[in-house]
């Protein structure tokens, strides 16, 4: 982007906040980053961060420009919250395309977009609107878009896509907000665990979209920790066999990669789905994940819609 249009977009960004007319705030959150860093090294971290921001540059169209990047994130302003819904729906398609053909190294984000007037200075956006945008894209899970309901009351989307509504949410440093998604997959189903730490989305190419939340891994580790930690005296005798299992759950996960912190997509073919008695159960290359406390007529559609798409898989 030239210095000329950059100059004119901030000038049109400072036009539409003076009127009192909300501006869009967008946050693009890498998933797994530090993982990767720590596994992979600095300069290949660079490198994908840099990968990142280059995609939000080629998708942030007319109406748009990068403010800052984070390391791990980029945050942009747009003129109008739709023009920021908008590139957020088409980086994520644009890094869908990007990892079909770069398998070996995903990338992954979580983005927020929020509308506000913030304050504007030379170089920053200030104001409530960006600490939302940004608390927005760090719950996202990798390949989510998620917006505010008053956002979703002002902007329309085109009709290949539709908003989701998740429930009110409490976002630190924020309060309490009703979040919405941008559900942009072409979904013909989804369903979610009752703490939405985990999300499957059927599409209409025939492949389960697994979406987890950022902190999913590290969270089930904890856990798992926390029953090891428990002393037998404590815990009796009938928490033996629990422990047990979770030495062996704890091995496994640190055997997952960092998928775990983004999104995975497989052929539905591939996938081994079945109904458990608290939710659904999927075996996915080898590995076994459950879904639990999921509504059951939810869970049953689901697996009824996967089985009619792979009538000769599992």
Do not use: C
Request: hydrophobic share 45%.
């Amino acid at each position: 982007m030239s210095w000329s249009r950059t100059l004119k977009i901030r000038q049109q960004l400072r036009t539409h906040i003076e009127a009192g007319e909300e501006i869009g705030l967008f946050f693009s959150d890498l998933r797994g980053f530090s993982t990767f860093a720590a596994r992979e090294g600095d300069h290949a971290a660079y490198e994908l961060a840099e990968e990142h921001e280059a995609a939000v540059n080629q998708v942030i169209g007319e109406h748009g420009i990068i403010v800052k990047t984070l390391g791990d994130g980029v945050m942009a302003a747009f003129e109008e919250p739709r023009d920021a819904l908008l590139a957020a729906v088409a980086l994520q398609r644009a890094l869908r395309a990007r990892n079909d053909e770069t398998p070996l190294v995903l990338i992954h984000v979580g983005i927020g977009v929020s509308g506000g007037t913030p304050v504007m200075t030379d170089v920053d956006f200030i104001g409530n609107s960006v600490n939302l945008a940004q608390r927005l894209s760090s719950i996202a899970k990798g390949s989510q878009v998620l917006t505010t309901a008053g956002v979703q009351r002002r902007a329309n989307l085109p009709s290949d896509l539709r908003y989701v509504a998740l429930g009110e949410r409490t976002l630190k440093g924020v309060g309490r907000e009703d979040v919405v998604e941008v559900a942009w997959l072409g979904e013909l189903a989804r369903v979610s665990d009752a703490g939405d730490r985990m999300t499957l989305v059927l599409t209409d190419r025939a492949t389960l979209v697994i979406e987890f939340a950022k902190d999913v891994r590290r969270d089930a580790a904890d856990a798992l920790r926390n029953l090891l930690d428990v002393g037998f005296a404590e815990a009796g005798l009938a928490a033996v066999w629990q422990r047990l299992t979770a030495r062996v759950a704890l091995g496994a996960l640190r055997g997952i990669s960092s998928k775990l912190e983004g999104t995975i997509e497989r052929p539905v073919s591939d996938v081994h789905l079945s109904l458990a008695r608290r939710g659904l159960s999927l075996r996915v290359a080898n590995r076994t994940l459950l879904l639990s406390n999921v509504d059951a007529s939810e869970a049953r559609r689901f697996v009824e819609v996967a089985r009619a798409q792979a009538p000769h898989g599992h």
